[in-house]
């Protein structure tokens, strides 16, 4: 079995103390010992002099569930010294299915084409193990995906038997290795369910799987969005995750604060609830999501007819208008000039806002929302800016938060959020160096530990005798996030080496072409 030593380095373990001086012996796939400088005499060694070692990054929600079908490595990660991502957030997976063209479009609201053979999530994972993964992948089943494979983006209840065969999917599903469900309440069909029909799907969790939900609202209705999102975790007794929490739009500022007191005070009776955040104060989703619900009701061909009949930006333009409590109205929230699109399918109109496009076109901004949708087939991405710095410290600071990426899914093209690149240097390097927001030792806890902990990842997330070796290297003076906006798609810097069950697999910022990284089994 082969053995080497990690020495001079300062080892930050995971469990939120301040990194210490020690150096870690690692045989074969595992940590074997860790202990005071020179304890390993004789043994070959990677000198870590000038370096804090920790263990992987573990990303609490990503969307790179296609990234094992890329044909080019997916680094986007892994550069970041990420070595397990959670996917299958925010109601999105890419299984089961149906075998129908509605699944595909569901499915192309997210992520890049993906040829399909598989229909249930077995399938899925059986094809996705084969191609391998430059990660560890934690998976997770999209309500949202069950939803259509069941009846299709429509916008009513469950049927007693489409229930049932929801129900029965994902079992399947977590009888095959995943870890748990999510799901995505801004988005159709996911807008579409009630709280009854949520608590019903959970209830299949195991006790060991975990539940994990982004919010019906994030602006004005935060507050009985979490309060929903409480009464599944309360009736069904299930670990419940808030994904990305924040609070958008103008008016919301602050809104964080009031949150996290909501959250504390369910802590507190014994709700077993958490949260993710990341560390920007934009968000990023499809475009689609600027209309109203009820315009997505049918999949993409439904959705384009109405966009194409004449008057459509008329109707829309009044929709926007008008008061509805169950939707975020990005356009109220934000405005036209906060909404950036970063990809589509023909390039056009990538690093304009809405509002700079209307201009182009000597349009009205509605009428330029329809026209970039229409012309694109819904397919594009885009950025907001509607967050505040205070409410993004707020969410990141307390004890109970993880860090997740959200980025897009891997394969888009075009200029998505910087987050996807940046997220883990950027929390080292702007909110702990520079900000002292908090300690070296926590923000490493936040990105390994407690997400370990939390969601059931087996056997990572410190660096301690037994575990597997997944370990990342930074400089704590240097490491810092380098894109932005415009040109997002920067690697970051400080980031020494990465090594995945005992392997170099990153050295100076070069992934070194090995898919090393496994589907991982809950805890």
């Known amino acids: 079995m082969r053995r080497h030593a990690v020495t001079g380095g300062l080892v930050a373990d995971g469990d939120g103390g301040e990194p210490q001086a020690l150096d870690v012996l690692i045989e074969g796939e595992r940590i074997a010992a860790v202990a005071t400088p020179g304890s390993f005499a004789g043994i070959p060694a990677t000198d870590a002099s000038g370096l804090v070692v920790a263990p992987g990054f573990i990303d609490a929600h990503s969307h790179a569930d296609n990234a094992p079908f890329l044909t080019r490595d997916d680094t986007t990660k892994i550069l970041q010294g990420v070595t397990t991502e959670i996917v299958g957030n925010c109601g999105f997976s890419l299984a089961p299915r149906a075998g129908t063209a509605i699944d595909d479009d569901h499915a192309a609201r997210l992520f890049p084409p993906v040829a399909a053979s598989w229909t249930g999530f077995p399938g899925f994972l059986a094809e996705a193990d084969a191609r391998g993964y430059v990660t560890n992948h934690c998976p997770l089943v999209g309500h949202g995906t069950l939803r259509v494979a069941a009846f299709g983006v429509v916008d009513r209840p469950p049927a007693p038997h489409e ?3 929801m129900r029965r ?3 399947e599903a977590l009888d095959a290795g995943a870890f748990g469900l999510s799901s995505g309440l801004i988005y159709p069909p996911g807008a579409y369910a009630g709280t009854e029909e949520l608590a019903a799907l959970v209830s299949c969790l195991g006790p060991g799987h975990i539940y994990a939900t982004h919010l019906r609202a994030e602006g004005g209705h935060l507050i009985p969005a979490i309060e929903e999102a ?3 975790a ?5 670990r419940t995750q808030i994904s990305h929490l924040k609070s958008v739009g103008r008016p919301n500022r602050g809104g964080v604060e009031r949150a996290l007191a909501l959250l504390d ?6 709700v077993a609830v958490r949260q993710d955040a990341y560390p920007y104060d934009a968000s990023s989703t499809s475009l689609t999501a600027a209309l109203p619900p009820h315009y997505l009701e049918g999949g993409a061909p439904a959705v384009l007819a109405r966009l194409r009949r004449p008057g459509a930006a008329r109707r829309l333009a009044a929709d926007l208008a008008a008061e509805n409590p169950g939707w975020e109205n990005r356009v109220a929230l934000a405005g036209w000039d906060a909404l950036l699109v970063t990809d589509t399918p023909s390039g056009a109109f990538v690093g304009r806002t809405l509002a700079e496009i209307a201009r182009d076109l000597a349009a009205e901004p509605v009428e330029a929302l329809v026209h970039v949708l229409v012309s694109q087939e819904l397919r594009v991405s885009s950025v907001t800016f509607w967050m505040d710095e205070r409410d993004v410290r707020a969410a990141l600071a307390h004890p109970c938060t993880m860090i997740g990426s959200d980025g897009l899914p891997p394969g888009t093209g075009g200029r998505p959020h910087p987050r ?3 997220t883990f240097p950027r929390i080292l390097g702007r909110y702990v160096r520079e900000a002292g927001l908090f300690t070296l030792g926590e923000a490493v806890h936040r990105m390994t530990a407690l997400p370990a902990a939390w969601f059931g990842v087996p056997e990572r997330g ?5 575990t597997v070796a997944d370990l990342v290297a930074f400089d704590p003076a240097t490491v810092r996030d380098t894109g932005d906006y415009r040109h ?3 690697a970051p810097e400080g980031i020494a080496w990465v090594a995945q069950a005992g392997r170099f697999t990153v050295r100076q910022g070069r992934h070194l072409g090995v898919r090393a990284g496994r589907r991982l089994l809950p805890a």
């Open 230 to 232: 409480l009464t599944v």
């Open 420 to 422: 996807l690149y940046g």
């Open 234 to 238: 309360e009736k069904t007794g299930r």
């Open 462 to 466: 410190r660096v301690a005798p037994g």
């Open 163 to 165: 229930l049932a065969g």
């Open 488 to 490: 997002p798609d920067r």
């Open 169 to 171: 999917s994902l079992r």
């Open 265 to 270: 005070r369910a802590r507190a009776t014994g």
